[in-house]
């Protein structure tokens, strides 16, 4: 089965960006990104589909896009204007497969 891989996380400001990627051993045909706070559920917050359909949730609407390679092995969370309440540890998925996540701390 695929195995998937996220990387680009780390410290960053209030206001500034990070850029995530989330890399397969196959090319997806869709994925969801995933994110993690201390104490808190997982939650969905951005998914993309072959057809470059994708959604957002309103917490990072108008805030984060996915953007994706032309082989669709990576596909990268551009995320801007980032918020303390955006801390945690973020997990991309597909066909069921989990990555292992990779932490974001954004300080105010």
């Known amino acids: 089965q695929v195995r998937l891989e996220e990387s680009g996380g780390g410290p960053v400001q209030a206001g500034g960006s990070l850029r995530l990627a989330c890399t397969a051993s196959d090319s997806m045909n869709s994925m969801g990104w995933y994110r993690q706070a201390p104490g808190k559920q997982r939650e969905w917050i951005a998914s993309?589909?072959?057809?470059?359909?994708?959604s957002y949730s309103d917490s990072v609407k108008g805030r984060f896009t996915i953007l994706r390679t032309a082989n669709r092995y990576t596909v990268f969370l551009q995320m801007d204007s980032l918020k303390p309440e955006d801390t945690g540890v973020y997990y991309c998925?597909?066909?069921?497969?989990w990555g292992q996540g990779t932490q974001v701390t954004v300080s105010s």
């Open positions: 998925s597909t066909n069921g497969v």
């Open positions: 993309w589909t072959r057809g470059d359909s994708k």
